[in-house]
């Protein structure tokens, strides 16, 4: 008779569902090597994304310094010098772009819509809190900083007033 | 002062001196994700191009003007190489960094993947 229990937990864990596979936009993406990957639009960017300038430093110096700075993030996926925008697939997804003037401004916006589920797209697989979101951003604008301005003279240091 | 005092001040003392005696760890051996090549930025990026075929690796990304091409291998390693030239020394510096999809990759990618820069770079 003390077997029938074991036996019933055999039969039970046999009928067990499977845990349920949840695909996302960013899975599907992986799946076809970022073909059809659209890169979004600049304004897009710069609206839903934050802005930092960093004065006294070129557009190249920035760009490259972004590159330097995401590589080590995750997988850049698209990236064009000519319009300043780059992909990086990390967690989450980030999209930079680098705007240029005579102040260079670099906008970061987190692309958690890469996390909508493909069965249910009004459905998210993953979500990220708006404080954890500021944190996110305000860490990379902090290594991108260092990154630009590391090896550089103190430029805000003055022998005399600025505008002298 | 009572005894039990003095001992506890003693301990408090001497975890403070051990505290400052304390050191980073450091590894026997450190990622070099980096490395100098006394070439042309122009014929390092046809090499790093080389190299990506033979290894059967898809490209994902590239800009030369950026200096950046990313790659994917058939073991699902997504490899970011970032290329800086230095024309005042003839010499490019390559950078390598690879990922898989959970996260970042560090089991000798880096090694290997400048070994055959190397070889092709001389072969040329």
Redesign the interface.
């Known amino acids: 008779m003390l077997v029938l229990p074991f036996f019933a937990l055999f039969v039970f864990s046999g009928c067990a569902s499977k845990p349920e596979v949840i695909k996302t936009r960013l899975d599907q993406f992986?799946e076809r090597?970022?073909k059809g990957f659209e890169v979004p639009e600049i304004n897009k960017i710069k609206l839903a994304g934050k802005g930092k300038s960093f004065p006294y430093a070129t557009f190249d110096e920035v760009?490259?310094s972004a590159?330097?700075v995401l590589?080590?993030q995750?997988?850049?996926?698209?990236?064009?010098?000519?319009s300043g925008v780059i992909i990086t697939v990390t967690t989450p997804p980030l999209a930079l772009f680098v705007e240029r003037g005579g102040v260079v401004t670099v906008y970061l916006h987190i692309m958690d819509d890469l996390y909508k589920r493909v069965d249910t797209p009004e459905k998210v697989a993953r979500r990220f809190p708006i404080q954890r979101k500021e944190e996110i951003l305000d860490g990379f604008f902090g290594m991108l900083g260092t990154q630009i301005y590391s090896g550089k003279k103190w430029k805000y240091l003055y022998k005399g007033p600025p505008n002298d | 002062m009572s005894p039990a005092k003095k001992i506890s001040y003693f301990f408090i003392l001497f975890i403070f001196i051990f505290i400052g005696c304390a050191h980073l760890p450091t590894s026997e051996h450190p990622m070099e994700i980096n490395k100098v090549f006394h070439a042309s930025f122009d014929k390092t990026w046809d090499s790093v191009l080389e190299v990506v075929k033979t290894s059967k690796g898809i490209i994902i990304t590239k800009d030369k003007s950026s200096g950046l091409i990313v790659y994917k291998l058939k073991s699902q390693i997504y490899t970011n190489v970032y290329l800086k030239d230095s024309p005042s020394t003839n010499t490019t510096v390559v950078y390598v960094v690879p990922w898989v999809k959970s996260g970042h990759f560090s089991e000798e990618i880096e090694e290997h993947f400048f070994k055959m820069l190397e070889k092709n770079l001389t072969k040329k």
């Open positions: 992986f090597d970022f760009w490259h590159i330097i590589m080590q995750g997988i850049v996926v698209r990236l064009s010098k000519e």
